[in-house]
């Protein structure tokens, strides 16, 4: 569940009538997601998306978020676009939270990823690397290297009740990445996703009957990292089986879209198997978080932090780039 705020109907009637969108005609909650409050708007003037942000995102890095998104938008990415009220601002408050409306993107994100979905994913990452290209604000990214230790500490007194020694595996894991992350300014650097799972792109069927990407959603961990970072999140998230076994196939189509449009450098290239790892536990160690810190009964689902474990694994035996296809 994701609507922890919930909205009168007349409050957001006046909230509406600060924009140029006409009449609200009908709004829902939606269920899907767990950091914000989303709604579903239709108003005379079309259907939009209302989110109020949450406590776990921090208002001052709101102006980069839908700064980025509005610099995307305009450059053809198809991301939400955040709506500016009368007054020409795009952030403003409704019921006691920071809020914004933006534009709605048709589409459905895929429950199971297929190989023909790799491809127009792996295009759409490199478009959105070459569109945040002058976009001057900088957002360091809280959950990249430096924010992995403090975690694990966050972890250390209860991360064995998910699994007996997974506090020390993941220490050793942890040292190991930290030792052979890239140093500064080896590889080419933007403004990233950092979070582009299956459930933040959507897909359309083209008139040839293949998915194609119709919308890029959820920039709220963008920031500007290492651009092939993105692409090990991606590795991740798309590249693995149910059974938890990697897909070369799905990895091999993803690499080549998007080299088609920014041809890693060898120094990228070579990196790929540690920045594959590092966006491993990345994930793990919010899942593990999460997993630790989200009190019974909550009515968040947590996701499972060992199949993380198993992807880390699986990067940890990787010999170099051709693990991935390349
Ligand atoms: N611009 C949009 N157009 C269409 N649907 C959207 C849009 N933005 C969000 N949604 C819908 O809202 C759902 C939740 O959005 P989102 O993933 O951004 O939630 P969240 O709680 O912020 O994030 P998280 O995925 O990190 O939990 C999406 O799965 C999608 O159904
Ligand atoms: N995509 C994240 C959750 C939202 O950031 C995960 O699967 O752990």
Not at 22 to 38: D, K, P, Q, T, W
Not at 47 to 75: C, K, N, W
Not at 225 to 234: K, R, S
Not at 270 to 282: D, M, N
Request: hydrophobic share 45%; proline share 8%; aromatic share 10%.
């Amino acid at each position: 569940m994701a609507v922890y705020t919930e909205v009168a109907d007349e409050a957001l009637r006046a909230f509406l009538a600060e924009y140029e969108l006409g009449e609200l005609v009908a709004y829902r909650g939606i269920a899907e997601g767990v950091e914000n409050s989303n709604y579903a708007l239709r108003t005379t003037a079309g259907d939009f998306i209302l989110t109020l942000y949450e406590r776990r995102v921090d208002p001052r890095e709101l102006p980069y978020f839908l700064g980025l998104m509005e610099h995307l938008a305009a450059r053809g990415i198809p991301c939400p676009t955040p709506v500016k009220g009368r007054d020409g601002r795009a952030l403003r408050a409704l019921a006691g939270r920071p809020a914004a409306i933006c534009t709605f993107l048709p589409g459905v994100w895929p429950r199971r990823v297929r190989p023909e979905h790799c491809a127009p994913l792996g295009a759409a990452l490199a478009a959105l690397h070459a569109a945040g290209e002058g976009f001057e604000p900088v957002r360091e990214n809280a959950l990249g290297p430096r924010g992995w230790p403090p975690l694990l500490e966050a972890c250390r007194a209860r991360g064995d009740e998910v699994r007996e020694g997974l506090v020390a595996e993941l220490d050793a894991a942890l040292s190991a990445i930290l030792r052979d992350w890239p140093a500064p300014g080896a590889l080419p650097r933007g403004h990233i996703h950092a979070d582009l799972f299956p459930d933040n792109v959507f897909f359309l069927d083209g008139p040839d009957g293949k998915p194609r990407v119709s919308g890029l959603i959820d920039f709220y961990f963008a920031c500007t990292d290492l651009l092939a970072y993105d692409i090990a999140v991606c590795l991740n998230a798309w590249c693995f089986e149910t059974d938890l076994s990697f897909n070369v196939t799905k990895a091999r189509a993803l690499l080549s879209a998007y080299q088609a449009t920014r041809p890693l450098t060898a120094t990228e290239r070579a990196a790929l198997p540690v920045l594959c790892r590092g966006a491993a536990i990345r994930f793990l160690l919010t899942r593990l978080y999460d997993w630790t810190h989200t009190p019974p009964g909550a009515l968040v689902t947590r996701k499972d932090p060992l199949e993380y474990l198993r992807r880390l694994r699986f990067h940890a035996e990787a010999r170099g780039p051709s693990a991935y296809g390349l």
